[in-house]
């Protein structure tokens, strides 16, 4: 079975910045669209950022826009999300997700995830 796997996360000071990658252990079928999802604690998982891997289309979750931008390498076979300007409420369990059917898709909706990374963000 496909596994994603993210790298990447740590922990930051405020007004840093943090890159995360998430590649697949094999080859994800129907895997249009790809995304990111965060979880802090105590709290259920959110919904971060998603792209189509053909066309590059983008969606952000409002609270990072500006700061966040997601981003694929075909050659590389990565997903990316650059983290920039990171906050206090950045902090969380970050899981790469791919294979659902549209950028505003659900959680359920997704075919294969990782296991997550943390990011921990300190003022």
């Known amino acids: 079975q496909v596994q994603l796997v993210e790298r990447g996360g740590g922990k930051m000071q405020v007004g840093g910045s943090l890159r995360l990658s998430c590649t697949p252990s094999?080859?994800?079928?129907?895997?249009?669209?790809w995304a990111w999802f965060r979880q802090a604690p105590g709290k259920e998982r959110e919904f971060v950022a998603s792209?189509?891997?053909?066309?590059?289309?983008?969606w952000y979750t409002n609270s990072v826009k500006g700061r966040f931008t997601i981003s694929r390498s075909s050659a590389e076979n990565t997903l990316y999300l650059q983290m920039d300007s990171l906050r206090p409420e950045d902090t969380g369990v970050y899981f790469c997700?791919?294979?659902?059917?549209?950028?505003?898709?659900?959680?359920?909706?997704?075919?294969?995830w990782g296991q997550g990374t943390q990011v921990t963000v300190s003022s």
């Open positions: 094999g080859r994800v079928f129907n895997a249009e669209i």
């Open positions: 792209i189509s891997w053909t066309y590059g289309h983008l």
């Open positions: 997700a791919a294979g659902a059917p549209t950028l505003a898709a659900t959680q359920d909706q997704f075919l294969v």
